[in-house]
């Protein structure tokens, strides 16, 4: 069975194109107004899951040093960093919701740029979601978010 992917609406980023620092960083989604009503209880949660494609890279790196800071954090592959330049470029970010009004969703912490397409949202659930004991290589407090 063939699943096609379909945008179920777009990122609009409020403030200029970030490159690191995007944790404060304010956009909205525009969900197509069809699925309007999916978003009933939404409104109960304080973040979201927002998986988007990053239709504007058409480079494919093997190997990549996270957002460029050469001599600082060792280069890796491209699998072990969030970095844009994947074989399939889809980000994954977990935002706050500020707002949710009619079909559209105020957030922070989404760095995208303007009509990124919006694959899927779902709600954050400490539960599942949330990791005890996760592991990070040291470098990876040396980024910025």
């Known amino acids: 069975m063939q699943i096609k992917l379909r945008s179920i609406g777009v990122a609009k980023n409020l403030e ?23 978003l009933q209880g939404l409104d109960k949660y304080s973040h979201l899951i927002v998986i988007y494609w990053m239709h504007e890279v058409k480079t494919c790196d093997i190997r990549h040093v996270p957002q ?3 001599g600082e954090v060792p280069e890796v592959g491209i699998f072990a960093c ?26 922070k912490g ?5 009509d990124t397409p919006i694959l ?9 979601d949330a990791v005890k004991n996760a592991k990070t290589p040291d470098w990876v407090y040396k980024l910025d978010y």
Request: aromatic residues 8%; charged residues 30%.
């Open 120 to 128: 899927d949202i779902k709600p954050y659930t400490p539960q599942y």
């Open 16 to 38: 200029k194109k970030h490159f690191g620092k995007w944790a404060d960083v304010l956009s909205e989604l525009v969900i197509d107004k069809k699925y309007k009503d999916a």
């Open 68 to 70: 460029g800071k050469v």
């Open 110 to 114: 989404l760095d995208v740029i303007k």
């Open 82 to 107: 969030r970095c844009p330049q994947r074989p399939n470029p889809i980000g994954i970010s977990t935002v706050k919701i500020l707002k949710i009004r009619d079909n559209i969703i105020s957030v």
